[in-house]
């Protein structure tokens, strides 16, 4: 049984947590490729490394501010890591050639990968793993695509002949060699790549969390753990905002059939939640397995007087919005109206264009655009097999006066997926949690 090991930023902001985090590591041999993150938080205020590396960027290829000035708070977290574990690896050329590469502006990508670049280097000295870099292992194609095939051969000729080897997250490099990030929280995606080309037993996720909640602690407290997972379930809640794992991480081991093990690098006695295959999958504890949900969309309203037999109706109202780049989330349809839900970002500096443009093609007796919209996504396995659910979620949020603003069942019968106002959406989020978790 052999393990990938991914930690995330708050796993390695100081030297503290490095000690943890090679303690978790040397307690399994199996534990042989680990896939770190940048420093994050040490505490609430802080920043984290990739932030700090953005900003430093842009002040120095940008705004033409002096690098060593810029650097010198990031260049002091490394340090401090480093003499902090004791350690005599000195980061000195590395900062410099990070200095050269920021004037020559080669691009924000390649400044934030640096925070996982730098700490992969550090934890690689500090475990005595050999250090992999990513330009060398992870491949995106010429348009800026991940590119799986190509990354899969290379890195796993790599990994069969290193032992044991430190492998930084969240980015690679392009076929001309730029380096190229991920979205945030990318790190986790690399783990799960480095696990399927290394054909390990298991992709261990180390945070500060045992494990995936029902709901967002920072919303419900003290929310109930959920031991075992679908990839289908974790899907909708980590595409809905639970951002405990990346929204892509589970292809590449998903497609291996390798377990993800979520645990906390300060409680790592604790189970923590494993997410398998459906076939793999236990009957849930509750009906519900989990909640998430995301703020700040619109609502396109368009109503038309028999808009069903208007032939290619759909299609060119379709047409308008990929032309403007904006992506339907949920499209609920009556027999004389249509509701586009969007990311309000979508039609920032479009919105009047994108109105004369919809008003041309597709005619509405009325047209509107509401912001303002919170989506709520309640999402379990066990709401197959069991009747009345959305029915439950209808009474949860009606006894808290909440009005629900439009609603969307997934035909798998995995998810139920409610709009209301952004402002109830702490409220609804327990309401649900209560009538699901504490009452069952
Ligand atoms: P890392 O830096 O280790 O990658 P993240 O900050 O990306 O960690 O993810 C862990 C955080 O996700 C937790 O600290 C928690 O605040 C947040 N979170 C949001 N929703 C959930 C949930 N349903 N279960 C657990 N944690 C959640
Ligand atoms: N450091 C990157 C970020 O902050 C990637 C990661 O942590 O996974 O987004
Ligand atoms: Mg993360």
């Given at each position: 049984m052999s393990k990938v090991v991914k930690f995330g930023g708050s796993s390695l902001a100081d030297a503290k947590q490095f000690r943890k985090v090679a303690d978790i590591i040397h307690a399994d041999p199996e534990r042989k490729y680990v896939v770190p993150s940048a420093p994050g938080k040490r505490f609430k205020?802080?920043?984290?490394?990739?932030?700090?590396?953005?900003?430093c960027y842009d002040e120095v290829a940008v705004q033409g501010k002096d690098f060593t000035e810029a650097f010198a708070p990031i260049r002091e977290r490394y340090n401090g890591i480093i003499s902090d574990l004791g350690l005599t690896l000195n980061l000195d050329e590395e900062f410099a050639k990070i200095g050269e590469n920021f004037k020559a502006a080669v691009g924000s990508d390649y400044a934030a990968s640096r925070g996982e670049y730098l700490n992969g280097i550090?934890?690689?000295?500090?475990?005595?793993?050999?250090?992999?870099?990513?330009?060398?292992?992870?491949?995106?194609?010429?348009?800026?695509?991940?590119?799986a095939d190509t990354t899969d051969a290379c890195l796993g000729a790599l990994l069969d002949k290193t032992p044991k080897a430190v492998i930084p997250g969240f980015y690679g490099a392009m076929p001309d060699g730029t380096i190229k990030t991920f979205s945030r929280g990318g790190s986790d995606f690399t783990g799960s790549v480095v696990a399927k080309a290394a054909k390990v037993d298991l992709y261990e996720n180390w945070t500060d969390v045992s494990g995936f909640l029902v709901a967002d602690p920072r919303i419900v407290e003290n929310p109930e753990g959920i031991s075992v997972i679908t990839y289908s379930e974790l899907r909708e809640l980590s595409y809905m905002g639970a951002g405990v794992l990346h929204e892509d991480a589970i292809f590449p081991v998903?497609?291996?059939?390798?377990?993800?093990?979520?645990?906390?690098?300060?409680?790592?006695?604790?189970?923590?939640?494993?997410?398998?295959?459906?076939?793999?999958?236990?009957?849930?504890?509750?009906?519900?397995?989990?909640?998430?949900?995301?703020?700040?969309?619109?609502?396109i309203s368009i109503e038309k007087d028999r808009m069903n037999s208007n032939?290619?109706?759909?299609?060119?109202?379709?047409?308008?919005?990929?032309?403007?780049d904006i992506f339907p989330e949920h499209m609920p349809t009556g027999i004389d109206t249509v509701s586009v839900v969007v990311n309000s970002s979508e039609l920032d500096g479009q919105r009047e264009k994108l109105t004369e443009r919809l008003v041309e093609v597709v005619k509405p007796d009325h047209f509107e655009i509401i912001d303002g919209l919170a989506l709520i996504a309640v999402v379990g396995r066990g709401m197959r097999s069991v009747k009345g659910t959305a029915t439950r979620v209808f009474a949860a949020l009606s006894h808290a006066n909440i009005n629900i603003r439009m609603i969307d069942q997934g035909s798998s019968e995995l998810n139920i997926i409610i709009g209301i106002n952004a402002g109830d959406f702490d409220k609804a989020i327990k309401v649900i949690y209560d009538m699901f978790i504490l009452s069952e």
């Open positions: 205020e802080d920043t984290k490394v990739t932030d700090m590396l953005y900003r550090v934890l690689a000295n500090y475990l005595g793993f050999e250090f992999i870099d990513a330009a060398r292992a992870i491949f995106f194609d010429n348009k800026g695509n991940f590119d998903r497609s291996a059939n390798i377990p993800i093990n979520i645990k906390n690098t300060n409680a790592p006695q604790d189970a923590g939640t494993l997410i398998v295959p459906t076939s793999h999958a236990p009957a849930s504890e509750h009906v519900i397995t989990g909640i998430a949900g995301k703020k700040n969309f619109s609502v032939k290619g109706f759909l299609r060119k109202l379709l047409q308008v919005l990929e032309n403007h």
